[in-house]
């Protein structure tokens, strides 16, 4: 079992920037990475960006890319989502998801999530 708390949610303003925390504990020696999703009103859930625990490996989807960087801190079991230049579109619940195993696989233990609003 995993358990996943996010913070650092808020709203804010276009062209803020916010730092989401996911703070994981549990098995953690069995999570191969973490990740986090969105889930905008309305619309489909979308994968942001993951992290491979062991290595740092990274993955960013396109529109996240050049404006979310994603992090880890391995002695703290935390994962952070930095995100600049916020625009209305990324208003969503952002939840943290870890996947176990040995490679790239649908997420298994989420997290209930840390709300972004950013107004216009």
């Known amino acids: 079992q995993v358990q996943l708390v996010e913070s650092g949610g808020g709203s804010v303003q276009t062209g803020a920037s916010l730092r989401l925390s996911c703070a994981a504990s549990g098995e953690l020696s069995a999570v191969y990475a973490l990740s986090w999703f969105r889930q905008r009103p309305g619309k489909e859930r979308d994968a942001v960006a993951s992290?491979?625990?062991?290595?740092?490996?990274?993955y960013l989807n396109n529109f996240a890319r050049g404006r979310f960087t994603i992090s880890r801190d391995n002695a703290e079991n935390t994962v952070y989502l930095q995100m600049d230049s916020l625009k209305p579109e990324d208003t969503a619940l952002y939840l943290c998801?870890?996947?176990?195993?040995?490679?790239?696989?649908?997420?298994?233990?989420w997290g209930k999530g840390t709300l972004v609003t950013v107004s216009s």
């Open positions: 998801a870890a996947v176990m195993g040995d490679h790239w696989n649908p997420p298994d233990y």
């Open positions: 992290i491979r625990l062991s290595d740092g490996d990274t």
